[in-house]
């Protein structure tokens, strides 16, 4: 999906529309229909607490003008971690991604390529497809605009809103390509510039058929007030219902030049505009999943369908079918350059198709390097491919979703990130589990000598107490969709784990101690290794393959095989007589040239030195 921009529309006045708008009664009736769903408890909640056990979740549908970038991957890693959160929970999850391959900036895309848009489209989503397969990303659904099926979910939409909300108007204005968008004269450069690509904008006239948003004024305006948490975080809804209250104006949502596109059924000389269309993809999404949930643990989701020929389609969805194929979500999780389409467009259009409004929108922060923007002439663009390449995808996931405040801006340093994942899963996970299992291994043997449930572990250390009061505190922080406060809370366990050993010191018993002291210490490192698995199972949405591993070193074979359950944080789960494989390094230190460079001339980026300092320091 494309960053929001504001629409710039010539005036219309009342009388030079009416003929164009026909009676209210379908207007009406979609009132009514939106307000009785309203009016029922929501379906679904992003905090888990609700009569149902599915859970829908999208992402952006992102756009294919060019492979996935760091802000792409930003938003499906935080999104994939909630899903996976609430599989713990026993939820049926239905986790929607997909590619909005519509529109103008498509079709020059593929051109400059020497590509029809079609093909330009099936390579670039290889990609995506590529990327989150290296990310671990357990999508349950993987949608395409370009699927016939999502052009007749978007005609059913059409259909619904035609009549009444609906109309035919000139339109004239300065529109960026790049954006896609018509620009209002406040958001141009000189010489008629989009601020946003340093290009151009082209003045065009035509025709296009417009969505009568004003419609909904007042109905937004209520519905904003009345529920505080639709739009996160705070920022992000006093945004949105500044702008609602400032006078909502028609927009486009057709284009009479633009032919890769969905054609307008009742006129096919238009195609529909892309973030009409684009929205509609989230329903479509839905519409392919199995009715009653689906729940794919940490297996990952299927395949996306490629665009079939014309008459080949998979079936005949019908948006009366949504409430069984898990609409409407719980949560949008999108960036919130695109906060207003989904916030407030979106949600019109689901009024005045007579459907329920998803639980929540939040957009969260921007990202930036080395404390600049990033942008091709900067030099700067991170690559998430080459960070997964060269750190894996758990270091990846665990630095974003640990160092940066959901919907907050953060900024990648790239010695930054070495220092955190170093910090968090090297040496407070992996050098503590490789040690203590050392230490079990050299004087036990392979096998537990006693449980973490049993009294004399339980009352040997603080740890039960720790872990214990961070179970909750993580899940809290999950459903309320704050991945940093629950990895602080997870990583608030194992630091604990490493301080206690540093103070009780078992190997100077197990080596010199009395029979009595030694048995003592023995139920220390049992404790140490409970809580280790804790922590496993707490940052198992952040970082799954890690947690698998730690799970199976700690004999969890059960656990490992699948997605661990969220009742898997209870103490007491390690067992008297459980085999304990050789003690293996589940994650190792970061020490390594880095693979991205800072801007040219970036106030914090580091000096060579610095560079090799903190390599160091790293190593």
């Known amino acids: 999906m494309r960053p929001l921009l504001t629409h710039a529309f010539r005036a219309f006045s009342a009388s030079a529309r009416a003929p164009l708008r026909p009676a209210l009664a379908w207007r009406g009736q979609a009132k009514r229909r939106w307000a009785a769903s309203s009016a029922q408890p929501r379906a679904q909640s992003a905090q888990g607490s609700t009569e149902s056990d599915e859970f829908s979740i999208t992402c952006p549908l992102f756009y294919v003008n060019a492979a996935p970038h760091m802000g792409s991957a930003y938003s499906t890693i935080s999104t994939d971690v909630f899903a996976r959160f609430q599989r713990m929970q026993g939820r049926r999850v239905r986790f929607v991604v997909g590619t909005d391959e519509h529109g103008e900036k498509i079709a020059a895309a593929a051109a400059a390529r020497g590509l029809e848009p079609q093909a330009h489209c099936d390579d670039i989503v290889a990609s995506y497809t590529k990327l989150w397969a290296d990310l671990g990303i357990s999508y349950d659904v993987f949608v395409r605009t370009t699927q016939p099926a999502h052009a007749e979910v978007v005609a059913q939409v059409l259909e619904r809103v035609w009549d009444n909300d609906v109309y035919k108007a000139a339109y004239s204005g300065w529109y960026c390509v790049g954006c896609e968008e018509y620009k209002d004269e406040l958001e141009l450069g000189p010489n008629h510039t989009c601020t946003t690509h340093q290009t151009l904008c082209q003045h065009r006239e035509e025709d296009n058929y417009f969505f009568a948003l004003s419609n909904y004024q007042q109905q937004l305006e209520d519905f904003l007030e009345t529920h505080p948490d639709f739009v996160q975080p705070a920022s992000a809804r006093n945004e949105v219902l500044a702008w609602v209250k400032s006078g909502l104006r028609d927009f486009s949502i057709s284009r009479s030049a ?362």
């Open 258 to 619: 633009v032919s890769w596109g969905i054609p307008v059924p009742l006129d096919p000389s238009h195609t529909v505009y892309v973030w009409f269309d684009a929205l509609v993809g989230y329903l479509t999404a839905l519409l392919q999943t199995p009715p009653g949930g689906v729940s794919l643990g940490a297996t990952g989701g299927a395949p996306p369908d490629t665009a079939r020929p014309k008459g080949e389609t998979p079936g005949s969805p019908r948006l009366d079918d949504l409430p069984r194929h898990g609409w409407p979500a719980a949560a949008h999780i999108i960036g919130k350059d695109i906060l207003r389409f989904h916030a407030v467009y979106w949600p019109a259009m689901l009024m005045a198709a007579g459907l329920p409004l998803p639980g929540r929108v939040f957009g969260h922060g921007f990202l930036t390097k080395d404390g600049r923007k990033m942008g091709k002439s900067l030099g700067n663009v991170l690559d998430p491919r080459a960070l997964v390449d060269a750190y894996g995808a758990d270091a990846v996931r665990f630095f974003f979703m640990r160092e940066i405040a959901f919907g907050a801006d953060g900024d990648f340093s790239e010695a930054r990130f070495q220092a955190t994942v170093n910090a968090g899963l090297a040496n407070d996970l992996g050098n503590l589990l490789k040690r203590t299992l050392g230490m079990l291994h050299a004087n036990v043997g392979d096998r537990l000598p006693c449980g973490a449930g049993e009294a004399g572990v339980r009352d040997a250390t603080r740890l039960p107490g720790v872990a214990e009061a961070a179970a909750p505190r993580a899940a809290a922080a999950y459903a309320a969709l704050q991945p940093h406060a629950a990895c602080e809370a997870a990583l608030a366990v194992s630091g604990d784990a490493n301080l206690l050993l540093s103070e009780l010191q078992p190997w100077t018993a197990l080596k010199k101690g009395t029979e009595e002291e030694k048995a003592a210490a023995i139920t220390v490192l049992v404790a140490v290794l409970e809580a280790v698995r804790i922590v496993a199972v707490l940052l198992s949405p952040v970082t799954p393959s890690l947690s698998h591993a730690i799970l199976r070193q700690l004999g969890q074979e059960a656990a490992a095989a699948g997605q661990p359950a969220w009742s898997d944080a209870a103490w007491g789960k390690l067992q008297a007589g459980t085999r304990l494989p050789p003690p293996e390094l589940v994650f190792a230190r970061i020490a390594r040239e880095f693979v991205t460079e800072p801007a040219a001339g970036a106030a914090a980026a580091p000096t060579k030195g610095a560079k090799r300092k903190a390599q160091k320091v790293a190593s």
